[in-house]
C-alpha cells in the first residue's frame, strides 16, 4: 500500500512538472509585441523672412514693411491665386511665392518691363535661383485670365500709374477685370495732408485712392494703421538718403473688394 502511494505521488509531482514546463514553453513561444513606431517629429513651417535665398537688403526692410502682416490683413492663404502688382525687384513675389507656396503667383511687371526701370530679368533670374516655381511674370495686369485673382496688391506704387502706367482709371478698371468676384485688392502708398497728387513729395492722398477704386466698382472693405508712422511729418518724398527708403514712410494701407456676382 504504501509503494503505491509512493508511486502516485511521484506520478502528481511529474504531471505538475510537465505542466510547469508547457507553460514555460508558451510564454516562450509567444510572440513579443512589437515596439510602438517612433512617432516623426512634426515639420516645422518654413520661416518665410529668414529664407537664405532672400537678399540682405530686403531682410534689413522687414521690420519696416511688415509684409507677412499685410499679407494677413488682406487675407491671403495658401493655396490661392495672387498677384503682385508693378512687382520691380520681386520682394513681394518672393515672399508671396513661399506664403502661397500651393497657390500661384503672378508677378505683374507693367512699367517695370522695360525702360529705366527694367528689372525683368534680374526678376527672372531670381524666380530661378531661390525656385519660385509658381510665379508666372507678365508684362502687364491684362496678361492675367479674367476674375482669377483672389488677391492683389499695389505696394507704393498706384501713385505712379498716371506717369508710368494706363492712368489710375484704367489701371482700377484692368484689376477689376482680373479679381475674382469678392476677391481682393490691396494698396499701399505713402500718405500725405495734400488733397490729390502732390508732385513736389511724390505722395499721393488716401482719399483719392478711395475715390479711384469707389468709381471703379470696388468696395473699401477696411484700411489699416498697421504702417503709419507719426514721425513722418510728409514734407519731403522719402527717397532722400537721410529718410532711409520710403518703406519707413507714413503709409496708408487700404484693402477693397470686388462685389460678389448677382445672382440676378
Partial sequence: MKEQLRLIALGATF???LVAVGCGAAEEEAPAEAPAPAEEPAEEPMDVL???TRPAAELEQDADRKALDVYEFLGVQDGMTVADVWASGGYNTHLLSRVNAGGQVYAILGFYAEGNFASKDALAQRIVDASLDNVEMVDGITDVPADSVDVSIAIRNFHDADDYGDGREATVQQLFAITKPGGIVGVVDV???????HEE???????????NFTAGGFVLLESSDMLRNPDDDASTSGFEPEFGGRYKADRYLLKFQKPEA???
Avoid at 500718405?191 to 497728387?197: I, Q
Avoid at 513729395?201 to 475715390?211: C, F, G, K, N, S
Fill in 15 to 17: 504531471a505538475v512538472a
Fill in 50 to 52: 529668414a529664407d537664405p
Fill in 191 to 197: 500718405a500725405t495732408p495734400h488733397e490729390g497728387w
Fill in 201 to 211: 513729395t511724390h505722395r499721393l492722398a488716401e482719399q483719392a485712392v478711395i475715390d
Fill in 262 to 264: 448677382s445672382d440676378s
